[in-house]
């Protein structure tokens, strides 16, 4: 497993909630062994005291995306790095019994999980994986979904540094939207138009 593979964790937490439509879809153990993903030897360390802590560090994940969102990458990273402070992590190098065309094992980095619970090991690696997308391809590239009301997290790895929505659902959802409103706007100018061009007509030349 590759470090930026852990940036997901952080994405899959953050959207877990709807702050916008007042939905929490933290609601069971179940719903957060699921974030692990195929990370299951973690996920079976999930208990029913995870879930009030886990709301916490979700918290705290978007803070870190909201500020990127925002432009203050300074903010962003300071609040990351006290997270990093906090939930330390202990990489290794790992091969997974994976071997390449020559029969050699393919090494990587592999973020060790010593945690005491589970919450505690799901926000070392979300930490991590952030700091190491951010490091290397800025922190411009958190962001929080621009299709009210949702404000899903995402990682934006586009070429040209332009996305602005979590999905391809949301962006056509934003450009029905725009699209609309300017119609209205073209419907609103023209009726505008055709009132003053009456007004200007005298009594008598009707």
Known sequence: MELAHYSDFAVRLVNTEEPARNKDALTSVEVLRELFGPATQMARRVTEADLPRFRTVRARLRAVFAAADEGDHTGAVDLLNSLLLEFPVSPQISGHDTLDEEGRPRWHMHLADHSSNATTGYAAISAMGLAFHLTEFGADRLGLCQAPPCRNAYLDTSTNRSRRYCSDRCATR??????????????????????????????GER
């Open 174 to 203: 934003a450009n029905v939207a725009a699209y609309r409103a300017r119609k209205r706007l073209e419907a609103e100018r023209t009726g505008l138009t055709e009132d003053t061009s009456q007004e200007s007509i005298t009594p």
